[in-house]
C-alpha cells in the first residue's frame, strides 16, 4: 500500500520537508591500532529528519514488539517528544479501522496502514571508516540509519576524542547518526603511558570512566596479559564500565571463551575463543608449521581448520562449555557476517548493493593486498572455503544451542572490512541468524531488546530502548512488508518480485522510516545521499565502479 505522510502543518512546510536531498576498522596493523578516521559527521541540515514532535502519531501499524511476543495490529503508536507515550489498538484485522480516532490533537501523522513497526536496531560491533574508506562519518552513519540502526556500539568507533564527540553530538541530536556507545582499547587516549601493570589498568579504567567512555575492548596480545585483562575487567564493572573482547591467536592460548568467562567478561565477540575452548586433543589450535600471523592468508585461511579439533555439538563437553558461560553471564556477539566471504568470496564480491553504495575507496581497500586488514584472498581457494563451511556449521551449531539454554545473543557486524558495507551487512547479520537456527522473532529480540540491555546493564540502569512500550524512547523502524516473512524486505537494495499485472521483475522492500529519539529520518532519502556521496567520490577520483552486477 502506498505509504501517506501527512502533516497538519501548512502545506509549504510539508513541500520543504518532503523536498529532495540537495546534493547528494581502519587499516590495522598488528597491534589493531585504529588509524586516523575519516572526520566526523556534517551537522544536520534543514529537512534532514524531522521533529521531535509535541505529539506524533503512528497509525494503523502492526507491531513486533521487540520482545519476543507475535505480532499485533493495527495499532496507534503516540510519541510525545522523544518518548513512546501511548499504544492504542486501532481495530481488528480484516475489518475497516475506524476514522477520525484518538489521539487528533497531533503535529504529525505516518499512515501506515499495512506496514510493520519494530523496536530500532541495535549493532554490538561497529567502527567507523577512515579516510582510506570515505570521506566522513556520515558515509557510515546514514547506511545504518536508512537499515534501521538506531544505536550503535564502536568498539572502538574512533579513536577516543572523536568518539566521544561524535557521542556528544549524537545525543543532541545535531547530526544524523544513531546513538553512540564509546568503547575503547584497553590504554588508549591517556597520556600515562603503555599499560604494562595490573594497577597501571586499573588507574586508565577509572581514567576512562570519567572521560565519557562507557566501556573497554580487549583483544589480549602483546601487553595484555591475562592478569592485565582481569584486573581491567574487575575495575570496569566498579565503575559501572562494559567489556567486551575479540579474543585473538596471540592471546586465546592462555585466555580462551572459558577462561574469559571465569574473569567476569561481558561479551565475546566474533567467534575467537570458543572453538579454543573446546579443543579435544590438545591446548592450542594445530597450526602448520610456517604459519605467521602477520601474513593475512594464514591468519583467516588457517582459522577455520579448527572445526576439526573439537568435541562434537552435543557432546557432554560441548554443553558444559555453554552450560559454564550462561552461569557467568556471558553474552556471544557472533558477528557471522564479517567472515561470511570466506566461505562464497564471488556471492560478497558481487552483492547487489557493491556498484551504487562502496565508495571507490572502500572498493580499493576490500581488494586482496598484504597490508589492508582482512583483504586476504589474495591465494584463495575451494579448499579454505570449504573448511569454512564446515567451521560455519560448527559456529551456527554452538551460538544457537546456546540461544535455546538461554543465553544471550546480541548482533554486530563488524562493517567496512571484508566487502561488508555499513547497512547491508546488519540485514545479512539477521539473515545467517536465520541460517543458524534463530526464529525470526528471535533474531528480533537479540537485534533490539539483548543488545539494549547488554549496553546498559553495566551502567546498573534498565534499557529506556529495545523495546516498543509506554515510557520508552521512540527508536523504531517502519518498513513496508512483514519482515517476519522475508527478511530481506529490510535491505536497502530491496529484493526482486515478479509483479504480475506486468509479467515482469520489480525491486520491492525496503525501511520506509527510521525514528531515532522521534526524529523521523526518511530511509531513502538517507540512501540517495550515500549514493550521491558514492557517485560525487567516483567522479572526484576518477575511479572505475565496483563491478555491475550481471
Given at each position: ?94 475489518l475497516p479501522e475506524r476514522s477520525n480516532r484518538e489521539p487528533r490533537d497531533v503535529d504529525q501523522e505516518i499512515d501506515a496502514t499495512g506496514m510493520y513497526v519494530l523496536p530500532g536496531f541495535v549493532d554490538m560491533h561497529t567502527h567507523l571508516p577512515g579516510p582510506d ?150 591446548t592450542i589450535q594445530k597450526f602448520t608449521p610456517g604459519y605467521n600471523f602477520y601474513n593475512e592468508l594464514d591468519r583467516f585461511g588457517e582459522v577455520a581448520n579448527i572445526w576439526n579439533e573439537v568435541y562434537e555439538p552435543g557432546s557432554p563437553q560441548w554443553m558444559a ?227 555491475a552486477q550481471p
Amino acid at each position: 500500500m502506498t505509504m501517506v505522510f501527512r502533516t497538519l502543518a501548512s502545506i509549504a512546510a510539508l513541500a520543504a520537508v518532503l523536498a529532495p536531498p540537495a546534493a547528494a576498522q581502519q587499516r590495522a596493523a598488528p597491534a589493531a591500532e585504529p588509524a586516523q578516521v575519516a572526520r566526523g559527521a556534517p551537522a544536520r541540515v534543514a529537512g534532514e529528519g524531522i521533529g521531535p514532535f509535541r505529539r506524533m502519531v503512528i497509525r494503523g501499524a502492526t507491531l513486533i514488539d521487540g520482545t519476543g511476543a507475535p505480532p499485533r495490529g493495527p495499532v496507534d503508536i503516540v510519541i510525545e517528544g522523544n518518548r513512546i507515550a501511548e499504544i492504542r489498538q486501532a481495530g481488528w484485522p480484516g475489518l475497516p479501522e475506524r476514522s477520525n480516532r484518538e489521539p487528533r490533537d497531533v503535529d504529525q501523522e505516518i499512515d501506515a496502514t499495512g506496514m510493520y513497526v519494530l523496536p530500532g536496531f541495535v549493532d554490538m560491533h561497529t567502527h567507523l571508516p577512515g579516510p582510506d574508506k570515505a570521506p566522513d562519518a556520515s558515509y557510515a552513519y546514514k547506511l545504518w540509519l536508512a537499515h534501521g540502526v538506531t544505536t550503535v556500539r564502536g568498539v572502538p568507533l574512533a579513536a577516543p576524542a572523536l568518539a566521544s564527540a561524535e557521542k556528544n553530538r549524537s545525543a543532541a541530536n545535531t547530526i544524523a547518526a544513531p546513538r553512540i556507545f564509546n568503547y575503547q582499547t584497553l590504554g588508549a587516549g591517556w597520556s600515562g603511558g603503555r599499560i604494562l601493570t595490573t594497577e597501571k589498568a586499573r588507574e586508565w579504567v577509572r581514567w576512562a570512566a570519567a572521560n565519557n567512555i562507557d566501556g573497554i575492548k580487549f583483544f589480549g596480545w602483546q601487553d595484555e596479559t591475562p592478569e592485565i585483562i582481569t584486573a581491567a575487567i574487575d575495575e570496569a564493572h566498579k565503575n559501572k564500565m562494559g567489556t567486551v573482547a575479540h579474543l585473538s591467536q596471540l592471546g586465546v592460548a592462555n585466555f580462551n571463551g572459558r577462561i574469559a568467562g571465569e574473569a567476569g567478561l561481558d561479551t565475546i565477540t566474533h567467534f575467537y575463543g570458543h572453538m579454543e575452548s573446546l579443543l579435544k586433543d590438545g591446548t592450542i589450535q594445530k597450526f602448520t608449521p610456517g604459519y605467521n600471523f602477520y601474513n593475512e592468508l594464514d591468519r583467516f585461511g588457517e582459522v577455520a581448520n579448527i572445526w576439526n579439533e573439537v568435541y562434537e555439538p552435543g557432546s557432554p563437553q560441548w554443553m558444559a562449555y555453554l552450560e559454564a558461560q550462561k552461569a557467568h553471564h556471558v553474552t556471544f556477539d557472533p558477528t557471522f557476517n564479517i567472515y561470511a566471504a570466506s566461505r562464497d568470496l564471488m556471492r560478497a564480491r558481487n552483492a547487489d548493493w557493491q556498484a551504487q553504495y562502496a565508495t571507490p575507496q572502500l572498493w580499493k581497500y576490500f581488494q586482496s593486498t598484504r597490508d589492508n586488514h582482512g583483504s586476504y584472498f589474495y591465494d584463495w581457494n575451494s579448499e579454505i572455503e570449504t573448511s569454512w563451511k564446515h567451521f560455519y556449521g560448527r559456529f551456527f551449531t554452538l551460538v544457537n544451542d546456546y540461544k535455546n539454554m538461554g543465553g544471550r545473543v546480541t548482533v554486530g557486524t563488524d562493517s567496512g572490512f571484508i566487502y561488508k558495507v555499513y547497512g547491508f551487512a546488519y540485514v545479512e547479520e539477521l539473515e545467517l541468524f536465520r541460517e543458524a537456527g534463530f526464529t525470526p522473532l528471535e533474531i528480533f529480540r537479540s537485534a533490539t531488546m539483548l543488545g539494549a540491555r547488554t549496553l546498559h546493564e553495566p551502567k546498573g540502569v534498565a534499557e529506556p530502548m529495545g523495546v516498543v512500550r509506554t515510557g520508552m524512547l521512540a527508536d523504531l523502524v517502519v518498513v513496508k512488508e512483514n519482515p517476519l516473512q522475508n527478511l530481506k524486505t529490510l535491505y536497502g537494495t530491496g529484493f526482486m518480485r515478479l509483479n504480475n499485472a506486468t509479467n515482469a521483475q520489480e525491486k520491492v522492500g525496503g525501511v520506509r522510516y527510521t525514528i531515532k529519539d522521534g526524529i523521523v529520518y526518511d530511509a531513502p532519502r538517507l540512501l540517495a545521499d550515500v549514493a550521491a556521496m558514492v557517485a560525487a567520490e567516483k567522479q572526484r577520483l576518477n575511479a572505475a565502479p565496483a563491478p555491475a552486477q550481471p
